[in-house]
């Protein structure tokens, strides 16, 4: 079987995780690491038996063997590695959210449309098999015209405590449920009103209430709290609401999709995201870097993950967040 050989750039907890994944699909073959730190790079080489590692992700994009990148850096780091990337030729997946200013997806987009390889940013969400089903089922008219959606989307502080020191509530997570309904409707967020809620007193507040209106008349309010209980049995509480004018959709992918009592505790562990069986990560990440390589390789450009999407969602949240800090309903500007 043709696979792509793919270096993997950032290896911080999901990094990690991108590279269990990748290990179990046959159309990529891990073959190069970066991370700035020579403690950690060292230790995922071993893992991973990965023998091309380095600090400096610029050899790695000038390797011709090296057919593409996952690029799994902070958000704040996205657009030097991504354009880089892009210019040597490289095929590219870049996490999500795509930059952390418009002029900053912008300048990825740019780079994309001249570039040889292909560009596609990771909004895993879409991959989820419920949202999927969801997505058919308006396609199909099943519900009629959205008129409004409610989603939640929170976590536990055991997840939190790093990650909150560098992005918010709203954006960081946020922006799933911000693609979602984009992805949903087909529709454009014009505005967009948020409060926040600082609990711990760090760099970020840790809940969002945001509501949007979409260019069709339609609402939403969207829930994103880092600061569900430390002994939260389950990683994740989501759900989503879509109100149409013929019928409504609920999604939830939370607990009790799997509930497991053993001598310590009840818990809930993902079944949907990147479970993981027998050593390898399966799950809507396998499916979307499955999909990633196959269009690669196909020399198709992604219609799930485009960029110009992703950086609709990083503006509509980035909106929110300037409404949460105005007080004021803030408008969207648009991609392009």
Not at 82 to 106: I, N, Y
């Amino acid at each position: 079987m043709i696979s792509l050989k793919i270096a993997v750039i950032g290896l911080g907890w999901f990094g990690e995780i991108h590279c269990e994944t990748i290990a179990g699909i046959p159309e990529l073959e891990l073959a190069a690491l970066a991370t700035r730190r020579p403690d950690r790079l060292q230790a995922m080489s071993a893992k991973f038996d990965v023998r091309k590692s380095t600090t400096d992700y610029r050899k790695i994009l000038a390797d011709p063997s090296i057919d593409a990148v996952s690029i799994v850096t902070q958000w704040h780091q996205h657009v030097e590695p991504a354009c880089a990337a892009l210019e040597s030729g490289k095929h590219v997946f870049l996490e999500k959210p795509m930059a952390m200013d418009l002029g900053e997806c912008r300048r990825i987009l740019e780079t994309a449309r001249s570039a040889r390889g292909i560009l596609q940013v990771g909004h895993i969400c879409r991959f989820n098999p419920r949202y999927r089903m969801a997505k058919q089922a308006i396609e199909e008219g099943r519900i009629g015209r959205v008129v409004a959606m409610s989603s939640r989307r929170n976590i536990p502080l055991a997840w939190t405590h790093d990650i909150i020191r560098k992005i918010g509530p709203v954006v960081g997570d946020g922006v799933h449920d911000t693609d979602l309904m984009l992805w949903l409707t087909g529709d454009r967020i014009v505005s967009a009103y948020c409060q926040t809620v600082t609990v711990r007193g760090l760099e970020n507040p840790d809940v969002g209430q945001t509501m949007y209106r979409f260019e069709s008349g339609a609402t939403a309010t969207m829930e994103t709290a880092m600061c569900m209980p430390e002994q939260t049995p389950f990683d994740i509480d989501e759900r989503l609401a879509i109100i149409g004018t013929e019928g409504i959709i609920h999604v939830q992918d939370t607990f009790p999709n799997l509930a497991i009592v053993d001598a310590r505790k009840l818990s809930s562990p993902d079944t949907t995201y990147w479970p993981m069986f027998d050593g390898v990560r399966g799950g809507a990440l396998r499916d979307e870097l499955a999909y990633f390589a196959r269009t690669a390789l196909d020399g198709r450009t992604p219609e799930i993950g485009r960029a110009e999407d992703a950086a609709a969602a990083v503006a509509a949240t980035l909106a929110a967040e300037r409404s949460s800090r105005t007080g004021t309903v803030e408008s969207v500007e648009k991609v392009a």
